[in-house]
């Protein structure tokens, strides 16, 4: 019993004295950082017993240091792709006119058109007395229709070109006095131009004519009407009743 205490009491003995020698006898401090990012203090003596003390807490930021020189360009990077084709810009001033260039070989000759021809002639043998009507004007004998553009059936000329046409009409009061009549010639249902004859007191005939030139469209309708009301018109195998037409030019 008394010998374990003596040996216990030669332990402490021991660790006092090494305390004793190391704390008064430190030779220089270092700080070394260690992998976890901490810097404890290290402690030597000449007896090359080191003392490694707990990190102190984090101090407070430091000022910003001074910017530091312009490094290297680096290497030029690669090309892009091209981009969108940007809106046309304004058109330029006008240049010069240039010097004019050889004369080219001649071609082969073309073929000529030949321009549309029509034409018709009709005449009435037979006379109207008072339709009560304004009546389209039917002619039974049909002299020429180049073109086949009058319709002997509704006494109307239909324009298959279109161009400049010429017509021209006629009239003949009956054999009576105090008769007459009145006729237009019309195009698309409208009024141009008319014929008016009156015998007066006698018995006689009393003829005239009237003429116009039109531009046509093609589908345009031309045709001779005679008021309805109290008009006469004569005509027999000689004809005196006609209703005429020609292109001039075609446009």
């Known amino acids: 019993m008394a010998g374990t205490r003596s040996k216990a ?11 004793h020698m190391i704390i008064p006898t430190l ?39 001074p910017r530091g020189e312009k490094g290297e360009p680096g290497e030029k990077g690669r090309r892009g792709a091209p981009g969108e084709t940007g809106p046309v810009g304004p ?41 009560g009507v304004d009546t389209v004007l039917m002619y039974d004998v049909i002299l020429s229709n180049v073109g086949e553009d009058y319709d002997e059936e509704t006494g109307k000329f239909v324009a298959e070109v279109g161009g400049v046409y010429f017509f021209t009409f006629t009239g003949m009061t009956v054999w009576s006095s105090g008769k007459d ?6 195009k698309n249902g409208e009024k141009v131009v008319n014929l008016h004859e009156h015998n007066g007191n006698e018995r006689q005939h009393q003829s005239s004519s009237n003429s116009a030139i039109f531009q046509l469209q ?32 075609a446009v």
Not at 44 to 63: E, F, L, S
């Open 27 to 65: 030779a220089e401090e270092e700080e070394v950082r260690v992998e976890d990012g901490s810097c404890p203090k290290q402690f030597y003596n000449n007896q090359n017993i080191t003392v490694v003390t707990p990190p102190g807490p984090v101090g407070p930021k430091g000022d910003m240091g």
């Open 91 to 131: 058109a330029g001033e006008k240049g010069d006119k240039g010097e004019q260039g050889p004369v080219g070989e001649k071609g082969i000759p073309g073929n000529l058109l030949t321009p549309p021809v029509v034409a018709f002639s009709v005449a009435r043998t037979t006379s109207l007395r008072n339709p």
């Open 218 to 249: 093609a589908g345009d309708e031309v045709w001779v009407e005679m008021k309805g009301f109290d008009n006469s018109l004569f005509s027999n195998d000689d004809c005196y009743l006609t209703f005429s037409g020609f292109l001039i030019h």
């Open 9 to 19: 009491l030669l332990a402490a003995a021991i660790f006092a004295l090494i305390g």
């Open 181 to 186: 009549y009145f006729i237009s010639l019309k």
